[in-house]
């Protein structure tokens, strides 16, 4: 019960707030890699990991199965639920990809500020260890398993201090990068070569427009960034 209370108290008592100068530093090294081809590369997959996860809990909420998650070394993913093929659930779901990942930054965001960076570490952690059982291929597990462990690596070697300014790097990261998948997607989409997005597919539930499907994506995913920068650094 020592060792329990113990992990407790470590992952829910608040941290001091990180200085403005390393909150500006983890910003422009997450920019460094969301604007570095070389770096944007690799650093895509936890956006797709994010992305999928998104869906997923999405899915679920809406009482539909998850019946598997697939990550691809393309940085695409799928994930394949069963239910209704059609309803709000379903628009959700699709929905949740190109939106997912700026609203976990945007949550990240507001425990950084509340001082849980700990916390949203280990939040984290539990995050990857339920997508892990839906995975079902060789990459995507390779994938969630090394983010997991550099994550683990993080809480298990890094102070406080050091924990919290990964964590605020990784909102960052996730803020700035939502926006530009949306605009990769529509670039994407102008070449028709993602004829089965996620907007593509909204438009058949819907009727609506699969661009205003993208411009939807991108609001959401520019005011996440506009208001967790704003709590970051207000």
């Known amino acids: 019960m020592d060792v329990v209370e113990e992990f407790w108290a470590r992952v829910t008592t608040p941290l001091p707030q990180l200085p403005t100068t390393v909150l500006v530093g983890a910003l422009l090294a997450a920019a460094v890699v969301v604007l570095s081809p070389a770096l944007w590369r690799p650093?895509?997959?936890v956006v797709t990991i994010a992305h999928?996860?998104?869906?997923g809990l999405v899915a679920l909420a809406a009482g539909r199965r998850l019946a598997g998650i697939r990550l691809h070394s393309d940085t695409s993913g799928?994930?394949?639920?069963?239910?209704?093929?059609?309803?709000f659930g379903m628009v959700?779901?699709?929905?949740a990809g190109y939106t997912g990942p700026a609203l976990f930054g945007?949550?990240?965001?507001?425990l950084l500020a509340a001082?849980?960076?700990?916390?949203?570490?280990w939040a984290l952690l539990g995050l990857l260890a339920a997508l892990l059982v839906q995975i079902r291929?060789?990459?995507g597990l390779w994938a969630v398993l090394v983010t997991g462990a550099v994550v683990l690596a993080v809480t298990g070697w890094l102070p406080p201090a050091g924990q919290a300014a990964f964590a605020a790097a990784g909102t960052w990261f996730l803020l700035l990068a939502a926006p530009k998948t949306v605009l990769?997607?529509?670039?994407?989409?102008?070449?028709?070569?993602?004829?089965?997005?996620?907007?593509?597919?909204?438009?058949?539930?819907?009727?609506?427009?699969?661009?205003?499907?993208?411009?939807?994506?991108?609001?959401v995913d520019v005011g996440a960034l506009l208001l967790g920068g704003w709590w970051l650094l207000g």
Do not use: I
């Open 52 to 55: 999928e996860g998104a869906h």
């Open 106 to 110: 945007l949550g990240a965001a507001a």
């Open 184 to 219: 990769e997607l529509q670039r994407a989409r102008r070449r028709r070569a993602a004829p089965h997005s996620d907007a593509d597919q909204l438009a058949g539930l819907t009727r609506l427009p699969a661009v205003l499907w993208v411009g939807v994506f991108l609001l």
């Open 78 to 87: 799928l994930t394949v639920s069963a239910g209704r093929p059609t309803g």
């Open 137 to 139: 291929n060789w990459y």
């Open 115 to 121: 001082g849980h960076a700990v916390g949203l570490l």
């Open 43 to 45: 650093a895509r997959t």
């Open 92 to 95: 959700l779901t699709c929905a």
